[in-house]
């Protein structure tokens, strides 16, 4: 293992599978709430589902891939930084958007998790996108 992959720190692959078990396992317990099978109040559903989806979503960023050689992990930290800029600047464009448009565009209590999922969400598609075109 050369510098550069000993400096960056992966979770190994087999966390891939506890990601997606995770994923599978909240979107499974809020199936059930939805369709009444399990009496859970809809605030504590929605706090397991988007802590379950971004636990899940921050292993599936932190795990190797079953190729991971130095350009891959350029990749990577190309498809963070890219993904740190977007959430950036839409927390710094939304407001005037809103103020533009009257709120028609932009949604108003997004919130922190809506900003994380939508930042890991862009982040997954720079990595498949810059990892296919390389």
């Given at each position: 293992m050369n510098k550069t992959q000993d400096n960056l720190r992966l979770l190994p692959r087999r966390f891939k599978k506890l990601?997606?078990?995770l994923l599978a396992l909240s979107i499974l317990l809020i199936t059930l709430s939805v369709t009444k099978v399990i009496a859970i109040d809809d605030e504590i559903a929605k706090t397991i589902l988007s802590s379950g989806v971004l636990l899940s979503f921050l292993l599936l960023a932190l795990?190797?891939?079953?190729?991971?050689?130095?350009?891959t992990l350029v990749i990577r930290l190309k498809a963070l930084a890219?993904?740190?800029?977007?959430?950036?600047?839409?927390?710094?464009?939304?407001?005037?958007?809103?103020?533009?448009?009257?709120?028609?565009?932009?949604?108003?209590?997004?919130?922190?998790?809506?900003?994380?999922?939508?930042?890991?969400?862009?982040?997954?598609?720079?990595?498949?996108?810059?990892?296919?075109?390389r």
């Open positions: 990601a997606y078990s795990t190797r891939d079953k190729i991971e050689d130095e350009l890219s993904s740190f800029i977007f959430g950036v600047g839409y927390v710094v464009v939304s407001p005037f958007v809103s103020l533009l448009f009257d709120g028609e565009f932009i949604v108003e209590d997004m919130g922190i998790e809506g900003l994380l999922l939508t930042m890991f969400l862009f982040y997954f598609g720079m990595f498949g996108l810059m990892k296919r075109n």
